[in-house]
């Protein structure tokens, strides 16, 4: 059940109409990365997850993101409502309002029409809640954009707000993937993975191939090098040596 109260989840107080900044907003409000692409995401992975507490999470997140919606809407009618006065109406004039009307649209800031493909759920909890953390990274990088360029310190509240939110949310599917043991496990399903797993394969000529990080390095991971393994004449296939790093000290 969905109970409406008409005010919105955090303050929302446009002090500069903008339409140009307006048609911006709208990549969160019928965008991929969008609070509508969020909130039917998060509802509808809810009922892949027999974790009940994982299930509320999910559909608590997804009713917050209804509300961002919200929040976002009115956004973009102050902008563009307002902005219809005066001497902004030939800013009005040069977006897409001009031709659809004041207020929100479920288009993108290009007036792409929302996809019901924006939905990321794949019937799987761990592979679901990995999805989240990117997407809310996604969503985080538009608001953190859109802060940049608001006109004035009102629109800058409402959004610093929303941009938190994508941060406490993605913490929260971390902790989530935490409490199953799969927030370090690559692995999500049944896959018994072939020899392999650890191996680095370099495929890099020249300086940069002895680069090393944690994530090619022993003792997690050994090299095999296919690059000299080809250049010998041995092809790029198994038979291919590892190439052990140094032992750290």
Known sequence: MFIHRPDPIHQVRVDTPDPIFAEKLLEQFGG??????????????SFHCEDQGIRDMLQNIATEEFGHLEMVAMMVEQHTKRARQ?????????????????????VDSKGTTWDARYVNE?????????ADIAAEAGALATYEALIRIA??????????????REVAHARMFMKALESM????????????PDDTVDVWFNL???PEADRRGPWNSEP???????VSAA??????????GVRHSPAKK
Do not use: C, W
């Open 32 to 45: 991929a990365t969008g609070e509508l692409s969020a909130a039917l995401t998060y509802f509808t992975q």
């Open 86 to 106: 005066g001497a902004q109406e030939k800013a009005f004039n040069s977006t897409l309002f001009a031709m659809k009307g004041y207020g929100p649209h479920l």
């Open 122 to 130: 794949g019937a799987h909890i761990v592979r679901d809640l990995r």
């Open 151 to 164: 006109p004035d310190e009102g629109s800058r509240e409402a959004l610093r707000h929303l941009a938190t």
């Open 181 to 192: 043991n799969k927030l370090d496990d690559p692995l999500f399903g049944d896959l018994q």
């Open 204 to 206: 890099t000529m020249g």
């Open 220 to 226: 997690e991971f050994h090299t095999r090098d296919l």
């Open 231 to 240: 250049q010998r004449g041995g092809g790029a296939g198994a038979q291919a």
